[in-house]
């Protein structure tokens, strides 16, 4: 079984082997930088948090900014910041990471993007014209709540805890509602093989003499240098290079999946992309996102078979049922009571949450995946190769007379 908790100091190794698998402006690959998440991270699970103006000068999150030597998450200041790991309960160890930042860009410390636009030319005299993308900054000052971070060990990929680690997100944002904004963003990687960004290079370098590294590096400190170097103007990309237009808006062969399930729950891109590599930016409403609406807080009822679950979901408890962690969660099989007023658990499941007979959870059944048979474009397959059969019997009859 996949426990899913809050990261914690004894985390610290796990995350950094991690974060040096990927370039994350949230995770930075650096023990001060991966500690100093893990300890604001904490703090935010323990503390309410403010309903609006989330990263505003609040006298709440100001005292508890005094835990970070700098502010955590560029463009998200102090803004609270959820980090969850995925632990392995036989190893004990970390596997995965995700995270939550409830507040991405605020007045006076806005979040920045590229808005690409299409231009459409043509020349009468000529009888022709040409189409042009440009791009111009864009400043987000009411930012929305970011969903970042995701990273899988390479040896646990192929185990779908991918997903787990992913829509856990969705989880605690449904039973924490008034913690976040109405809109969600993920920041997708864009094409960057070994620290290298054509887009970059190209692009982002022309105006700020530092390397794609470099440049993400200090973007973790601060943003202020991309407000103050970037133009403003609206910038033809048909003046790039080739290989850097080929990129804009596309990700790398490991965040496919993730867009891929992100768009699953009904983000879409709004053709605005990340300054730095090109990957795009995906924005869905908060309220829009099933596994959010369907969240619920429930109680434990009693226990059932191993097997016997009528559903999957993700079940979770907070400090009320264990004060020594704030956030426990685990995707499991349950099944509720005919009236609805309790859910049954595996015996396994509730040892694993530290849970019993009473206990507040919180609840976010799965949807059941599609089933081969129920796939209309197999159908209809399925459906012409019957068809093919038949007349193919009916030819081999009529030759035998």
Not at 122 to 137: C, E, I, M, N, R
Not at 199 to 217: K, P, Q, T
Request: proline share 6%; glycine share 10%.
């Amino acid at each position: 079984m996949f426990l899913i908790r809050e990261a914690k100091p004894v985390d610290l190794e796990p995350l950094l082997k991690l974060a040096k698998t990927v370039h994350f402006t949230n995770l930075p690959a650096s023990r001060e930088g991966v500690s100093e998440r893990i300890q604001w991270s904490q703090k935010c699970f323990r503390e309410k948090t403010p309903a609006v103006g989330l990263g505003r000068a609040d006298a709440t999150w100001n005292g508890l900014r005094g835990v970070v030597a700098r502010g955590v998450g560029g463009a998200g200041g102090i803004s609270p910041h959820y980090m969850f790991v995925i632990e392995d309960t036989t190893m004990r160890q970390a596997v995965g990471t995700s995270a939550i930042i409830a507040e991405m860009g605020n007045p006076g410390n806005p979040n920045v993007a590229l808005q690409l636009r299409r231009r459409e030319m043509f020349s009468k005299d000529l009888h022709a014209g040409q189409g042009h993308t440009t791009a111009q900054v864009v400043f987000d000052e009411n930012g929305p709540t970011e969903l970042g971070g995701l990273i899988i060990g390479g040896s646990f990929r192929g185990a779908r805890l991918g997903r787990q680690i992913s829509y856990v997100r969705f989880h605690f944002i449904g039973l924490h509602r008034e913690r976040f904004k109405d809109r969600l963003l993920a920041e997708m990687m864009g094409v960057a093989p070994d620290g290298h960004s054509p887009f970059w290079d190209a692009f982002g370098r022309r105006f700020i003499n530092l390397s794609f590294i470099e440049a993400d590096l200090f973007c973790q400190k601060s943003r202020e240098f991309m407000l103050s170097l970037l133009p403003r103007e609206e910038i033809y990309l048909t003046l790039l290079p080739p290989e850097a237009r080929a990129v804009l808006g596309k990700v790398g062969p490991e965040t496919a999946p993730a867009r891929k399930m992100l768009e699953s729950l009904g983000f879409k891109s709004h053709d605005r992309i990340d300054p730095f590599d090109g990957g795009p930016h995906l924005e869905a409403q908060t309220e829009q996102v099933e596994i959010v609406r369907s969240t619920r807080w429930g109680e434990v009822g009693g226990t059932i078979a191993p097997g016997k679950g009528r559903q999957m979901g993700f079940v979770s408890v907070d400090a009320a049922v264990n004060p020594e962690e704030p956030f426990r969660c685990v995707l499991t099989e349950y099944s509720e009571s005919r009236d609805g007023s309790a859910v049954l658990l595996p015996a396994d499941t509730l040892a694993v949450l530290g849970a019993d007979g009473g206990a507040s959870i919180g609840l976010t059944p799965m949807p059941d995946p599609p089933r081969a048979a129920e796939h209309p474009t197999r159908k209809a397959a399925a459906g012409r190769r019957r068809g093919a059969s038949a007349a193919a019997r009916k030819v081999r009859k009529k030759a035998a007379k």
